[in-house]
Structures are given as C-alpha cells and as structure tokens.
C-alpha cells in the first residue's frame, strides 16, 4: 500500500556537470554529441533521432511511495548530466530498504521518447523502480506478483502511469517504441518498461 506524503519533499537536481570545462572542450562534446545523434538517427529511425539531437532532455518524477518529486534535466549538449541521473537514482531507490543503484540510463532515454510519443508533459508517477534482490524474493515469496531474477533488480526496469494519458494510450505509445518489454496491470492503473528484449504481456 502506497504511502503518500502530505508534504511531499522537492528535489531539484543541480545542472552543475561540466561547469569547470574549458570552451574548447565544451565544443568538442558538443561536436560529439552531434554525431552521436546522427548515428542514432540512421540505426533507430526518426523518433530516436528527434530525441538524440533535442537541446534538453528534462524528466520529471513523483514516487508515490515517498512522496519525493524530481525534475531533472538529465541529458544536455549531446551528453548525460550524471549529477542529474545520480539523482534520479535516488529517488527511484527501493523504497523498503532505502538501497539505492544506478538506473539504466537507457531506460530514462525511453521514458522521454515515451513522454513525447503520447505529448503529456507532467510528472510520472512512480509504483516501483529499482527493487532490491532482497526486495523482491521477500515479495515472491508472499505472492505478490513479482518474478525472479525481475528487471527491477538490476534497476532496468519501472512501473509507472502518467495523469493526463489515458493507461492504454500509455501502453499503445510503449509497445511502438519497441525498446524493451512492456506489461499492463490497468486493475492496478500502471504500465511496466524495461530495457530487457521485446515483449509484452
């Protein structure tokens, strides 16, 4: 049962990566960036494209568990921004034990193809992100649903719903994507993602 705080705690993550830089290396990885984003665009068509080469990629989050909000400008200038993805690492620990791992960055670049697919800005709301191995056999073992060796463990995967898209929309928009396995639990109003191979059930 989610607990939900009636204040919840604001984070906002600091867009500090890269300030000591000189301007020549900063043009460099800029230059970088932009052939990584053409390189994208050939390999993944036109959607992976748009995002490779966006100015900005910005996530925001709410874990319904804690309470906690982010907005994170995650990817910037043609590369990631770690002190931001550090933070989102945290606020999509496990929430149980207070374990904190380091969030496939793949996954976050689907969430934002994701939230461009269905053109619904706003905050996703979180039901589980990084579970602990710990976490999740305890889970299993009480039949809730989970399975062994779950993306989750490996911090691959998320379980999410985003107010103002409707759920099949949500799962529609994830299955075109095609960049993972996506799961559809609208009994309990969510959507899984994971960077695993393609599936769905």
């Known amino acids: 049962m989610p607990v939900y705080s ?7 993550a600091r867009r500090d990566a890269g300030a000591s830089q000189s301007p020549e290396s900063m043009a460099r990885r800029r230059l970088l960036g932009a052939g990584a984003g053409l390189a994208a665009g050939v390999l993944l068509g036109p ?79 979180v039901i589980s992100g990084y579970r602990s191995p710990k976490t999740n056999e305890k889970l299993r073992a009480a039949g809730r649903g989970v399975v062994k060796g779950s993306l989750h463990t490996q911090a691959r995967a998320i379980d999410i719903r985003l107010p103002g898209c409707a759920l099949t929309d949500l799962r529609k928009a994830a299955l075109a994507l095609e960049r993972g396995g996506v799961g559809y639990y609208p009994k309990s109003d969510f959507i899984h993602i994971d960077t695993g191979r393609v599936r769905y059930w």
């Open 6 to 12: 009636p204040e919840p705690i604001q984070y906002k």
């Open 47 to 125: 959607a992976w494209a748009a995002a490779a080469t966006a100015g900005e990629r910005r996530l925001k989050f709410l874990n319904l568990h804690t309470g906690e909000r982010l907005a994170a400008v995650y990817h910037a200038d043609g590369a990631r921004i770690e002190t931001e993805c550090r933070a989102i690492d945290r606020v999509l620990r496990d929430f149980r034990t207070g374990d904190v791992a380091r969030i496939d960055r793949d996954l976050l670049d689907v969430l934002y193809l994701l939230q461009q697919k269905v053109d619904t800005p706003g905050e996703f709301h």
